[in-house]
């Protein structure tokens, strides 16, 4: 990736309190010094350690939202750039360090509930007092964008409990844990940002189940930011409630998604990215049927394709959020970047998917029957 996303992101939280499960404020204290600038923190597996440390990064739907939530297949890239890191340890008072909140654990808003749920979940199950630690959170994931920021935040907190009560957890444990925060987060979740966070290579995943993409050759992405949030529930709901008055429309256009995304996948296992353009081209038209784009989506997505893109899509659950380009390479990348800027994105990222080994490559045969979802 050629730029980070800057700290302090703080877009639309609601401040409304929430039961987090955490009770009493415990009196101010002198803030935990930061352990990300030294700190000298040991990090021995099987052991507990003083300081527990944990992160994960984002990802970008490359194709598939929506229709995931019905049991078509979608594809996942992970963006290893953009990272949450988590740092936490034991203390006489609850207390969280964020961009978001800072403060009493006891006293956390409303927006901050996934994370605490993380919170909650992972240090019930590995011994740890939830309401007695105190927790830094930093990230580079822009928040309510698509682009997995609160999976990976709370895939961060989950490491890091493990991490301080010195346990490995494996990583459908993590996903286990992860998704109970998500549930509080979107209400009802595929689980693919759970997975999707904790992945170094692209995933095909559908009912439940992640596999591994092959990826035959060097494939560079844009990914610009509208910058306005979209509702994950909000956009959801919306396609649920098309469904029930157009179930039929809507089941086709599922099915039509569900083939664009595994042509996808055989067109990554192929090397050819100008095809992986034409699906991601249909997909947003499909996206827009299903209302959840936006014209700023809309308009960037156009920008892109004009800035030279084999093609492009909004990512993640609409609404607003971030539109996913497909670019012939590096160089042009910038071109498609400034594009995008031109008509209003607030930021770019440019990330590359490199060739790995895996051979689990799905043919565009392999169709998804009529009236399967
Ligand atoms: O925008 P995100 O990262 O929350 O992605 C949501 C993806 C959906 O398919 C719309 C919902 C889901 O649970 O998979």
Known sequence: MRHSAPHGEASGPS??????GFDQPRPMRDRLGDPFVGGGVGKVAGSPVETGLGSAHGKAILLGEHAVVYGAPAIVLPLLDLQATASIRRSRRGYITSDLYTGPLASAPRHMGPVLTALRVSAEQLDVRADRVELI???????????????????AVVRAVANLAGERLSAAQTHDLVQEAEHVAH?????????????MTPLRFQQGKPTTVKVADKCTFVIADTGTSGSTAAAVDGVSMLRDVQSRVVDRV???LANLTDDVVYSLGLGDPLRVGQSMHE??????YLGVSSPALDAVVAAALEGGAYGAKLTGSGLG??????????????????????????RTWTTTLTP??????????????????
């Open 283 to 288: 997909a947003h038209s499909l996206l827009a």
């Open 356 to 373: 790995n080994d895996f051979d689990l490559m799905t043919a565009p045969t392999a169709r998804v029957p009529k009236g399967e979802f």
């Open 321 to 346: 959020g971030c539109v996913l380009a497909v670019v012939p390479d590096q160089e042009q990348a910038g071109d498609v970047a400034a594009a995008m800027t031109a008509v209003g994105a607030t």
């Open 254 to 256: 599922v099915e039509d």
């Open 187 to 199: 209400g009802t979740s595929s689980g693919l940002d759970a997975h999707a966070v904790q992945s």
């Open 137 to 155: 959170l930093r990230s580079t994931i822009p928040f309510e964008r698509g682009l997995g920021s609160s999976a990976a935040t709370s895939a």
């Open 15 to 20: 401040s409304q309190r929430i039961d987090t």
